[in-house]
């Protein structure tokens, strides 16, 4: 079964911090991955998706995210940070060959930007 | 362009009673999914629904039911409320054949008294 691991539960910055949130799946095979974003009292809605080709992928807001296969990750990464990224961030994962499309998320990391 | 919108938004219920999530999209979906969303513990998935009239179980399917009789809607029902269902329930819904990104709706918060 696939699993997502996000490594900081909450992360604390600065306006103007640079910001990289972990995430490791664990599934071997072909796999599409997906930043979402929940801000406060919000629904979630993507950031950034990969499915194939370049392993860096430019989302919305100035985000960024780099897939490493060798190492099962998608950090997602964004230079610097401003207040209106206080948010929960969501790594999902999912595959076109098992789960029939079921989406397996991680446990989510919140962060906090200090004005 | 609604997307995907639930009802109701706030639930407050007394332990036993039941009640009904509706999750309507008009994006003509085939996928719709019922996640519960508890603090520390990401998104859980409940149910989903692969096309209309299907329906299979997910992570944490005990104590709910679902029904997609049509295409655009996939409600999720609580037979019997209890306590540990306070969460806030996501419905998300998404097309490519389940494998692309999803789409959600506001959130219902149900309490459980």
């Known amino acids: 079964a696939q699993s997502v691991s996000q490594h900081n539960h909450h992360v604390i910055l600065s306006e103007a911090a640079s910001l990289e949130l972990g995430c490791n799946y664990s599934?071997?095979?072909?796999?599409?991955l997906f930043w979402y974003v929940q801000y406060p009292g919000q629904h979630l809605q993507l950031l950034l998706k990969?499915?194939?080709?370049?392993?860096l992928v430019k989302g919305i807001k100035g985000f960024e995210a780099e897939f490493i296969k060798s190492k099962f990750s998608f950090n997602l990464r964004k230079p610097s940070v401003q207040w209106s990224d206080t948010a929960e961030y969501f790594c999902?994962?999912?595959?076109?060959?098992?789960?029939?499309?079921?989406?397996?998320f991680g446990d989510g990391t919140t962060l906090t930007v200090k004005p | 362009n609604a997307g995907v919108t639930q009802t109701p938004k706030f639930r407050v219920l007394k332990t036993g009673q039941s009640m009904t999530l509706l999750c309507a999209q008009d994006m003509n979906h085939e996928y719709m999914y019922w996640y519960r969303q508890d603090p520390g513990m990401g998104l859980r998935l409940i149910h989903y629904s692969v096309g209309e009239g299907t329906t299979a179980k997910g992570e944490v399917p005990d104590g709910y039911n679902v029904s997609r009789l049509k295409k655009q809607n996939f409600l999720l029902g609580l037979e019997s409320a209890a306590p540990s269902q306070t969460s806030v329930y996501f419905c998300?819904?998404?097309?490519?054949?389940?494998?692309?990104?999803?789409?959600f709706g506001e959130g219902s918060r149900l309490t459980v008294l």
């Open positions: 599934y071997g095979g072909t796999v599409n």
């Open positions: 990969y499915f194939s080709g370049d392993p």
């Open positions: 998300a819904s998404g097309g490519t054949g389940g494998i692309g990104e999803l789409f």
């Open positions: 999902a994962v999912n595959s076109p060959n098992t789960n029939a499309g079921k989406s397996t």
